[in-house]
């Protein structure tokens, strides 16, 4: 079963940091580019990051820029989000999504990690 | 940055009617457009891509038209799992690839 599951979530203080993790399985994890996205409480779907499949293309959201660092590791199957100096407003649910480059679109979700910034 | 805008913003319909979703972007995205269902606590959905192909299972109740600017998302016979949020996202020109606000689609 093609899948991926995220996990790292949890509750951590304004300026604090968190590594979050995408477990890829059932498909060939370096054969495609990814992507992180948000979603912030009762709002909608965000963009934050992308990687290509090999790593040496990323792009972030301006807001996260300096802060988030996207990585993979091809040979765990995995996808990684480095969020450093986390803010009030980094609140959201965080998913991972697998890039399809034909239909370019997210073909693959995983069901999301939920991360909290608060005092 | 494009901007998309989804109207409306909520619909209310019941069972068995059509759904009409709109997105409009600030500039052309030509045919560079994405729809997704999503409902609370799941993993989003991709519906249609390149404005107007299924993806793989998706009923053909759902259908996606339009290029440039203005596209819709057409749900005909709506089917009770048919009610969620559904978006719009393009990557025509990216970063950032940008996502609409989204339409919740409520049971009448």
């Known amino acids: 079963e093609v899948q991926l599951v995220e996990s790292g979530g949890g509750l951590v203080q304004p300026g604090g940091s968190l590594r979050l993790s995408c477990a890829a399985s059932?498909?060939?994890?370096?054969?495609?580019?990814m992507n992180w996205v948000r979603q912030a409480p009762g709002k909608g779907l965000e963009w934050v990051s992308y990687?290509?499949?090999?790593?040496?293309?990323?792009y972030y959201v301006d807001s996260v820029k300096g802060r988030f660092t996207i990585s993979r590791d091809n040979a765990k199957n995995s996808l990684y989000l480095q969020m450093n100096s986390l803010r009030a407003e980094d609140t959201a649910i965080y998913f991972c999504?697998?890039?399809?480059?034909?239909?370019?679109?997210?073909?693959?979700w995983g069901q999301g990690t939920m991360v909290t910034v608060s005092s | 940055e494009i901007v998309l805008t989804q109207s409306p913003a909520t619909l209310s319909l019941s069972p068995g009617e059509r759904a009409t979703l709109s997105c409009r972007a600030s500039q052309s995205v030509s045919n560079y457009l994405a729809w997704y269902q999503h409902k609370p606590g799941q993993a989003p959905r991709l519906l249609i891509y390149?404005?107007?192909n299924r993806a793989t299972g998706i009923p053909a109740r759902f259908s996606g038209s339009g290029s440039g600017t203005d596209f819709t998302l057409t749900i005909t016979n709506l089917e009770p799992e048919d009610f969620a949020v559904y978006y719009c996202?393009?990557?025509?020109?990216?970063?950032?690839?940008?996502f609409g606000q989204g339409t919740r689609l409520d049971i009448k």
């Open positions: 996202q393009q990557r025509s020109n990216w970063p950032p690839i940008t």
């Open positions: 999504a697998r890039d399809n480059n034909p239909l370019d679109a997210f073909d693959i």
């Open positions: 990687i290509n499949r090999g790593g040496s293309t990323i």
């Open positions: 390149d404005a107007s």
């Open positions: 059932g498909f060939s994890f370096s054969s495609h580019e």
